[in-house]
């Protein structure tokens, strides 16, 4: 899958944005076979900036968390680490700065 995948294809909703349960067709995700829970994103070097989303903490499947190669600034969000089952996490070579959470330790990582 190529990085045409963000272009905003139908169908989308009112807002403009894909819709909801089209998640698994998008550049840079991947789901479970069955298509219900997102286990891996993989968005390095896509020139993101901004700081990462601690919604991410609620993909309560996520595997594979790489990141790394982007812009994304501020701090680590605590959220990250209640992923019970992530396994590959990949922030580096962004803009992040304070402390890494003590939860970190809490991963299978």
Request: aromatic residues 14%; hydrophobic residues 30%.
């Amino acid at each position: 899958m190529d990085k045409q995948q963000w272009r905003k294809d139908y169908p989308q909703s009112s807002d403009g944005f894909a819709m909801p349960g089209t998640e698994c067709g998008w550049y840079g995700i991947e789901c479970d076979a069955s298509g219900n829970y997102i286990t891996h994103i993989s968005l390095y070097e896509n020139n993101l900036s901004g700081t990462i989303p601690p919604e991410l903490g609620d993909l309560k499947y996520l595997y594979l968390l790489y990141l790394w190669g982007n812009k994304f600034q501020g701090s680590i969000p605590p959220e990250l680490f209640k992923l019970s089952v992530l396994y590959r996490l990949s922030l580096s070579q962004n803009y992040l700065n304070g402390s890494i959470p003590r939860e970190l330790g809490n991963l299978k990582i």
